[in-house]
């Protein structure tokens, strides 16, 4: 109860009273339950490392026992940690064994479950495409053995696929459907989910007003039901609106009470995108120092967590604070981006590679001058 309300803390505290309880009494079954429990109580505060153990030692036990139903709940689990942390291989050989197993034994649910990770696995590459077909094949599950929450998740899901696509109506549409089945069931952490997603769908349509007035919703009801993850994503999601707005003070002052909350829950991938939007705000106002700082803090996050994807980021926006003073460290770092991009067949990997040859052809020009001039 405690974890659907949001208050992860709380419910961690009650599942290491359970698992100690369940290792006790040699409850096996028991024990994996409460492992998988606090693995994403734990992945929900961003605290993935120990998602990853709580998962593992929880898949041991279910294959000791030949439990296969827990089998696929746990590799579908660890699958969606490696996707978050942009490892795209580990993730989807996790996520298409766990889609066996549930097919394997007429499991529905963990089927539906397992497509709709596998379409945010592809969502993250960039295959918008591909992404979107998951999450419909999920949805028609959902809706097939009347799984309501189910059904809200992949229409939200294929509302950011959407927004990705810059096709806002299509995106604002399925975020009112989600939203509507999250107030219908009562789920007031969906509801406020659905509220700060159609924020964000409404940006690429440069509806500022309607960003911070659906966040804001957002961001009251995370508050009410102490879901302080998402809390903090919607401070940032109206930083983000501010510095649109041209208010940087104001973005800065959101993005600062974002990155508050990310360090408190000890959530280090929210800590790195709150520290990426502050260097983007201060690079905004001319002070590059203090914005090379927040995205060399960003970086080492995402290298201290294997994050590939927020390292691809981090090095790029790195490298344009260096294009005019420092090219040839700018070229360093911007490459490491389309390296990471290229591995992953991302769409954008030629165009941002053009880019960074543009960088190469002028500071070869330079030095052809230089040489000339001596």
Do not use: F
């Amino acid at each position: 109860a405690y974890y659907s309300l949001g208050k992860a803390q709380e419910a961690i505290g009650y599942y290491e009273r359970a698992l100690a309880i369940a290792q006790e009494a040699g409850d096996r079954r028991g024990e994996g339950s409460h492992l998988g429990n606090l693995g994403g109580a734990y992945y929900s505060l961003g605290k993935v490392e120990k998602a990853i153990g709580n998962y593992e030692d929880g898949l041991a036990i279910a294959r000791e026992i030949g439990d296969r139903l827990a089998e696929g709940s746990h590799l579908g689990n660890l699958g969606s940690v490696y996707c978050d942390l942009g490892k795209v291989e580990e993730a989807i050989g996790y996520l298409e064994r766990a889609l066996d197993i549930a097919r394997e034994i007429g499991d529905r649910r963990g089927e539906g479950n397992a497509l709709g990770n596998l379409g945010s696995t592809y969502r993250n590459l960039g295959k918008v495409g591909e992404a979107i077909d998951y999450y419909q094949r999920a949805l028609a599950i959902a809706q097939e053995i009347g799984d309501r929450r189910g059904e809200e998740t992949q229409l939200g899901n294929l509302g950011l696929a959407y927004s990705d696509l810059e096709q806002a109506e299509a995106a604002i549409g399925y975020h009112e459907r989600a939203l509507a089945i999250a107030q219908e069931i009562g789920d007031r952490r969906g509801e406020g989910i659905a509220l700060g997603n159609l924020g964000s769908a409404h940006y690429s349509l440069e509806k500022m007003g309607e960003v911070i007035g659906y966040t804001k919703r957002g961001l009251a009801i995370a508050r009410e039901v102490g879901d302080r993850r998402n809390e903090g994503n919607w401070l940032g999601n109206l930083g983000r609106a501010y510095y649109s707005l041209g208010t940087v003070g104001e973005a800065i002052r959101y993005h600062r009470r974002a990155l508050a909350i990310s360090q408190e829950l000890g959530d280090r991938r929210g800590e790195s995108i709150d520290l990426l939007n502050l260097g983007l705000a201060y690079r905004a106002l001319g002070k590059v120092e203090e914005a090379i700082g927040y995205h060399e803090r960003a970086l080492a996050i995402s290298q201290e967590l294997g994050d590939r994807r927020g390292e691809g980021d981090h090095n790029w926006n790195l490298g344009l604070l260096y294009e005019e003073t420092d090219p040839a460290r700018a070229v360093e770092l911007m490459s490491v981006c389309v390296e990471y991009e290229r591995e992953i067949g991302h769409p954008d990997a030629e165009a941002d590679a053009e880019r960074v040859a543009r960088i190469q052809e002028k500071l070869a020009g330079g030095a052809q001058e230089a040489g000339q001039e001596e």
